[in-house]
């Protein structure tokens, strides 16, 4: 056990300054780029879900969140909060930079959520066009909401903001990465791995119930788990496409028709499972 401590230990501890100087990025983006993405989906209109999957693939604090604030006014159509939704990667993207992941590959990820965004966002707003009345009036009552548990951010500045993040992610990914250590130390790598490749369409459906999570200890451990071999890109895929940080929760509490709200969460679940089959079948 301490072995398995002292090793997890050295390899959350390697990526600390990559993920600290990750988010001073992510943070620089964010203020300076915030408020012109928020006009930028407030007057897309009929382009909602081809920008929304765009914008969100940009690290930025509570995007997500922000689009469920919007739909629940009535300011975005249904298919774009759903293209924003299927295209954000909550805590992905930091987490493969600072891990070193190659380029290729995260661009490769990152294209393959942006076009299903797309593609689902588009087909929705054709289904549903009676259904995507936008409001005209300004909701300037609707303030920005931080990502996840870290409110205020707006009012901090970016390097107390960055070190808070960084230190609750790097939290995260430490426990993780313990708790996955023990498992592989325990169970093997090999038969992890066997289990979720062997028996065709589990991973893409155990990952996509991981992804419903709303928190960013979801998508951290698709991702780490993703790193560590054990899961396909497939999988990962599918458990991130249904995540979208605290944005459900957000439009639960945002959007009072429960019945409406369950059904973006059963489109999400769906789209990921099936984009997760497929890309594990074709790659």
Do not use: W
């Not at 990559?18 to 943070?27: D, G, N, S």
């Not at 300076?32 to 006009?39: C, D, I, M, S, V």
């Not at 991973?203 to 899961?231: D, H, K, R």
């Amino acid at each position: 056990m301490l072995e398995i401590l002292e090793h997890t230990i050295i390899d959350t501890l390697k990526i600390l300054p990559f993920l600290f100087i990750t988010y001073i990025v992510m943070e620089l983006i964010e203020h300076h780029a915030g408020e012109k993405t928020e006009r930028a989906i407030k007057k897309s209109g009929k382009f909602g879900p081809v920008l929304g999957a765009l914008l969100g693939i940009v690290p930025q604090c509570g995007f997500s969140a922000i689009a469920a604030n919007f739909y629940a006014a009535r300011i975005i159509t249904r298919g774009t909060l759903i293209a924003i939704f299927l295209s954000t990667s909550d805590e992905m993207l930091p987490i493969l930079i600072s891990e070193g992941a190659p380029l290729g590959v995260i661009l490769e990820i990152l294209i393959i959520k942006v076009i299903i965004g797309i593609v689902v966002g588009v087909v929705i707003d054709l289904l549903q066009r009676k259904n995507n009345i936008i409001s005209k009036s300004n909701h300037e009552e609707i303030h920005k909401i931080c990502e996840h548990e870290h409110c205020n951010c707006e009012e901090e500045g970016i390097l107390k903001s960055s070190i808070k993040h960084t230190i609750q992610i790097f939290a995260y990914i430490f426990i993780i990465s313990f708790a996955i250590n023990i498992i592989i130390h325990t169970v093997g790598e090999n038969t992890i791995a066997g289990f979720i490749v062997n028996i065709p369409f589990v991973g893409p459906i155990i990952a996509s119930l991981v992804g419903i999570i709303p928190n960013c200890a979801s998508s951290i451990i698709l991702t780490q788990l993703y790193l560590e071999n054990i899961i396909t890109m497939g999988s990962m895929i599918a458990g991130l496409l249904v995540n979208s940080g605290v944005g459900i929760l957000v439009l639960f509490k945002a959007n009072k028709n429960y019945k409406e709200n369950f059904q973006i969460l059963g489109i999400l679940y769906v789209v990921a499972i099936i984009s997760g089959i497929s890309l594990d079948l074709l790659i």
